[in-house]
């Protein structure tokens, strides 16, 4: 039996290196989606590795969308475009088993989101313009929906403008862990306050008035903020055994968090 664990685990090992090796090449070709890599003997020989070996790199390439296996003539390991909802998703699970608070996920949100406004700003175009009046509208025509993760989130379209996408992927995923913490109920009598402060951000953007678009977006992320530390507080307070705490309250008009 241990032999047979000391086995897989080599193979295991191996895989992991093999396909790290490949992610390395592929980057390094300029990640060409759609091109075929070989077949299965094919990558057996041009690596020397085992069967055995290969399929659990494979299986390590699939997993991380890397490759795929395409069948039928012609077929084999195929590069593929990673989706981002697999990173972001990997992202929060890490970000929630760390026990991660709402005070930090918007305190991270702030430093990004506010050096997103002038680089914004200064790639401005008439696109951009109408994205961001449209999100406006959107917020409103959906509702409640506002509090979901969508295109017309002002946070998320702030940092997709500034075409980095390390932005957007950060941003994407600290609003929707930050959403998922508010309680909804509590966070829809202010959702109107929302609406205004986005629509005098984005305007702010717009208008290329980088100051005025920072204050007002440090302002909204201050009642965010401040809303954040009394929810966190409400939280720890229920999670504590035998706490007076721990019994449900109702939420006071000023201690309502305004949505992410």
Same mark, same amino acid.
């Given at each position: 039996?241990?032999?047979?664990?000391?086995?897989?685990?080599?193979?295991?090992?191996?895989?992991?290196?093999l396909a790290r090796r490949i992610e390395d090449e592929i980057v390094k070709a300029g990640w060409p989606v759609g091109q075929r890599l070989g077949s299965e003997p094919e990558l057996m020989e041009r690596y020397g590795v085992s069967r055995s070996?290969? *399929?659990? $790199?494979? &299986? %390590?390439? =699939?997993?991380?969308?890397?490759?795929? @296996? *395409?069948? +039928? /003539?012609? +077929?084999?390991?195929?590069?593929?475009?990673?989706?981002?909802?697999?990173? @972001? /998703?990997?992202?929060? %699970?890490y970000l929630q088993y760390r026990n991660v608070t709402l005070v930090d996920l918007l305190a991270t949100k702030r430093a990004i989101e506010l050096a997103a406004v002038p680089i914004v700003a200064e790639r401005l175009d008439? =696109?951009?313009?109408? &994205?961001?009046?449209?999100?406006?509208?959107?917020?409103?025509?959906? +509702?409640?929906?506002?509090?979901? #993760?969508?295109?017309?989130?002002?946070?998320?379209?702030?940092?997709e403008l500034t075409g980095n996408p390390a932005m &957007?992927?950060?941003? =994407?995923?600290?609003? *929707?862990?930050?959403?998922?913490?508010?309680? *909804? !109920? &509590? $966070?829809?009598?202010k959702a109107e306050h929302t609406f205004e402060d986005h629509h005098a951000i984005a305007?702010?953007? #717009?208008?290329?008035?980088?100051? /005025?678009?920072?204050?007002?977006?440090?302002?909204?992320? !201050?009642?965010?903020?401040?809303?954040?530390?009394? %929810?966190?507080q409400m939280r720890v307070a229920k999670q504590a055994p035998g706490s007076p705490s721990a019994k449900k309250q109702p939420a006071s008009a000023d201690t309502v968090p305004t949505a992410p």
């Amino acid at each position: 039996m241990n032999r047979r664990l000391d086995g897989d685990d080599a193979t295991a090992k191996s895989g992991e290196q093999l396909a790290r090796r490949i992610e390395d090449e592929i980057v390094k070709a300029g990640w060409p989606v759609g091109q075929r890599l070989g077949s299965e003997p094919e990558l057996m020989e041009r690596y020397g590795v085992s069967r055995s070996v290969l *399929r659990e $790199a494979i &299986r %390590l390439l =699939e997993h991380h969308q890397v490759g795929r @296996t *395409r069948e +039928g /003539r012609g +077929g084999g390991l195929v590069v593929s475009a990673p989706e981002s909802k697999a990173v @972001t /998703r990997a992202l929060e %699970l890490y970000l929630q088993y760390r026990n991660v608070t709402l005070v930090d996920l918007l305190a991270t949100k702030r430093a990004i989101e506010l050096a997103a406004v002038p680089i914004v700003a200064e790639r401005l175009d008439e =696109e951009a313009v109408e &994205r961001l009046r449209a999100a406006g509208v959107a917020e409103h025509a959906v +509702g409640e929906a506002v509090f979901e #993760i969508t295109e017309a989130n002002l946070h998320i379209l702030l940092a997709e403008l500034t075409g980095n996408p390390a932005m &957007r992927v950060f941003v =994407e995923v600290l609003t *929707r862990l930050s959403v998922q913490m508010v309680e *909804r !109920d &509590r $966070a829809m009598s202010k959702a109107e306050h929302t609406f205004e402060d986005h629509h005098a951000i984005a305007e702010a953007v #717009i208008a290329g008035d980088v100051d /005025r678009a920072s204050r007002l977006l440090t302002s909204h992320l !201050d009642d965010i903020e401040a809303n954040g530390a009394l %929810l966190d507080q409400m939280r720890v307070a229920k999670q504590a055994p035998g706490s007076p705490s721990a019994k449900k309250q109702p939420a006071s008009a000023d201690t309502v968090p305004t949505a992410p």
